[in-house]
């Protein structure tokens, strides 16, 4: 009896210990891998919003479903308003996935759709990293939410679901509807412009 009540302390000694050590590396780099993925985000406004220039881009707060959010407003080279790039993130199949969607200057239009992580199951669900995939987003509408349909897509709110994959597809589309639907209601009359 002794020996499993020493055995469950070292399992919990083992644990604590553990568990700070985590802590300590997430508190040490998690400031690191925010920057990374606000630096990668940067990177991707020219290909999520057409004509924007990645060095005009200007972060701004707004207060979407209750808390302050950062969201990115793009310009072209002469300094014009052009779209949009907001983050999104939602529960995929397998993990949180986490969406850049480009939309025009006044939230009507997906420009584009980048995926900033997902831990989806491999040469699956993962499939929604794809140019293919994401391609499937952009040009539609924002006025209804977007469903995902088996089929080829017969209205401009659908969107063919990844084969094998339909929970993914079906997990991005819902953040995507989600993080649209709140930004139009935060979105300053007239586009923001």
Request: zero cysteines.
């Given at each position: 009896?002794?020996?499993?009540?020493?055995?469950?302390w070292?399992?919990?000694?083992?644990?604590?210990?553990?568990?700070?050590?985590?802590?300590?590396?997430?508190?040490?780099?998690?400031?690191?891998?925010?920057?990374?993925?606000?630096?990668?985000?940067?990177?991707?406004?020219?290909?999520?919003?057409?004509?924007?220039?990645?060095?005009?881009?200007?972060?701004?707060?707004l207060?979407?479903?209750?808390e302050?959010?950062?969201?990115?407003?793009?310009?072209?080279?002469?300094?014009?308003?052009?779209g949009?790039?907001?983050?999104?993130?939602?529960?995929g199949?397998?993990?949180?996935?986490?969406?850049?969607?480009?939309?025009?200057?006044?939230?009507?239009?997906?420009?584009?759709?980048?995926?900033?992580?997902?831990?989806?199951?491999?040469?699956l669900?993962?499939?929604?990293?794809?140019?293919?995939?994401?391609?499937?987003?952009?040009?539609?509408?924002?006025?209804r939410?977007?469903?995902v349909?088996?089929?080829?897509?017969?209205?401009?709110?659908?969107?063919?679901?990844?084969?094998?994959?339909?929970?993914?597809?079906?997990?991005?589309?819902?953040?995507?509807?989600?993080?649209?639907?709140?930004?139009?209601?935060?979105?300053?009359?007239?586009?923001?412009?």
């Amino acid at each position: 009896m002794v020996r499993y009540l020493v055995q469950a302390w070292l399992v919990l000694l083992l644990a604590l210990g553990f568990g700070a050590a985590l802590a300590a590396v997430q508190s040490r780099l998690g400031p690191r891998i925010e920057q990374n993925k606000r630096d990668e985000t940067y990177d991707q406004v020219p290909r999520l919003v057409a004509g924007a220039v990645k060095e005009r881009t200007r972060e701004l707060k707004l207060k979407i479903g209750g808390e302050e959010r950062a969201v990115y407003k793009a310009f072209d080279g002469a300094g014009r308003h052009v779209g949009w790039v907001i983050k999104a993130a939602g529960q995929g199949f397998a993990d949180v996935i986490e969406l850049l969607i480009g939309l025009d200057r006044r939230g009507e239009t997906i420009t584009g759709l980048y995926v900033l992580e997902n831990k989806e199951t491999p040469a699956l669900g993962n499939k929604i990293v794809e140019p293919a995939f994401r391609g499937r987003f952009r040009g539609k509408p924002t006025a209804r939410p977007l469903k995902v349909t088996k089929k080829p897509p017969r209205a401009d709110n659908e969107i063919l679901a990844i084969s094998g994959a339909t929970v993914s597809s079906e997990s991005v589309t819902r953040i995507v509807n989600a993080a649209v639907a709140e930004f139009k209601r935060a979105l300053p009359a007239g586009g923001g412009h």
